[in-house]
Each structure stands twice: as structure tokens, then as C-alpha cells.
């Protein structure tokens, strides 16, 4: 009888923890993959689609899923994908394309005819203006993604380097992380 009592007051704990675990795990569900979040937060954010992916976030879920290689990125450029592969734990690749300055878009007033062709392709809405009207580029809003160019039937928009000054300028050698010497006690 004793057993009895024992194997029910067990089974009728494991039933109260286990709703107990079903509730934490519906009130505490962690929305979407917080590994795709901190790979999207290495990417530059320019939607260019020049790795092959729509935009960051697919990029982020492919590399995620173990889809993608992460050397796939022109504008992250080799610093990006040492981000990545330390996020990772994988290996270094050469960048799979050619590394390029960041750049933004121009748009020359004397040739744009309004067409709106460029605001259409811009993933970041960083060219504004109306039908048959000049446009122009927001210059911070700007990625430098470049598919603004194909589309444009005068090729009216070139691309411009921006110039390294204080607020852009990145440390361009690896950094190395140097640790302390251990103390010695004193005699």
C-alpha cells in the first residue's frame, strides 16, 4: 500500500511539473532564431542582394540553416566575414567578390527625367521625388547597393567613394586581444 501511495504522489508531481514546463514554454517562447538575429546584426544592412539573397535577413537565415557560405557579402567585406566566422566558430574564406568602398549614389540633375525607375529599384527608400520631377538621394539613407543603376535609362546615377573622415573611419588591421599577465604574489 505504501508503494502505492509512493508511485502516485510521483506521477501526480511529474503531471504538476510537467504543465508547469508547458506553461514557461508557451509564456517565455523566444520568437524567430536569436542565432539569425546576431548574424543580421553582422551584415551592413544594404539590401543590395549582391550575395544572392533578396536582403540581409534570407542571407542571415541561409548562413543560419548552414545554406550559405558567409564570404558572400561585397559591402561587409573581409571585416564581415571575420565577424561572422568568429560568431561561428568557422573558417576565414577570401571574400567571394570584390571588396569596395563605401559608396553613395548621385544622381545628375541635368539628365534625370523623372522616371522613377530609381525609386522603384531603391530597397531602403533613399530616393525620393515624383514623376516627370528631378529625384534626389538622401545621402546618410543611402547603402551604396547600387541597383539603382540598372534600371535608370539616361544613366543619369553614378557612384561616389565616401570620403574616410572621423565619423567613418574603421580600424583596418585585426585586432588582437592582449591578456593580462597573471599576478605574483608577494613574498
Known amino acids: 500500500m505504501d508503494i502505492l501511495l509512493a508511485i502516485a504522489i510521483m506521477a501526480l508531481g511529474a503531471v504538476v511539473l510537467g504543465a508547469a514546463l508547458g506553461y514557461a514554454s508557451i ?7 536569436p542565432l539569425v538575429d546576431k548574424i543580421e ?5 544594404t539590401q543590395c542582394g ?3 539573397y533578396p536582403g540581409c535577413k534570407p542571407y542571415a537565415e541561409a548562413i ?3 545554406e550559405a557560405e558567409i564570404n558572400l557579402c561585397p559591402p561587409g567585406g573581409m571585416e564581415g566575414v571575420q565577424r561572422l566566422a ?6 576565414v574564406k577570401p571574400l567571394d567578390a570584390e571588396e569596395k568602398p563605401k559608396q553613395v549614389a548621385i544622381i545628375d540633375e541635368n539628365t534625370c527625367i523623372g522616371c522613377t525607375l530609381c525609386i522603384q529599384a ?9 514623376a516627370k520631377q528631378l529625384h534626389v538621394i538622401i545621402g546618410p ?3 551604396g547597393c547600387e541597383l539603382c543603376l540598372p534600371p535608370c535609362p539616361v544613366e543619369c546615377i553614378h557612384m561616389e567613394p565616401i570620403a574616410e573622415n572621423i565619423d567613418n573611419w574603421k580600424w ?4 588582437v586581444e592582449l591578456k593580462a599577465a597573471p599576478m605574483r604574489e608577494a613574498a
Do not use: M, N, S, W
Not at 546584426?41 to 544592412?45: E, H, K, N, S, V
Not at 568568429?86 to 573558417?91: A, F, K, Q
Not at 531603391?122 to 515624383?130: H, K, N, Y
Not at 583596418?172 to 585586432?175: A, N, Q, S
Open 27 to 33: 509564456k517565455f517562447k523566444v520568437e524567430g532564431d
Open 41 to 45: 546584426a553582422i551584415l551592413p544592412q
Open 50 to 52: 549582391q550575395c544572392g
Open 64 to 66: 543560419a540553416k548552414g
Open 86 to 91: 568568429d560568431l561561428l566558430g568557422r573558417e
Open 122 to 130: 531603391c530597397p531602403v527608400d533613399a530616393i525620393i521625388g515624383a
Open 141 to 143: 539613407q543611402c547603402t
Open 172 to 175: 583596418k588591421y585585426p585586432v
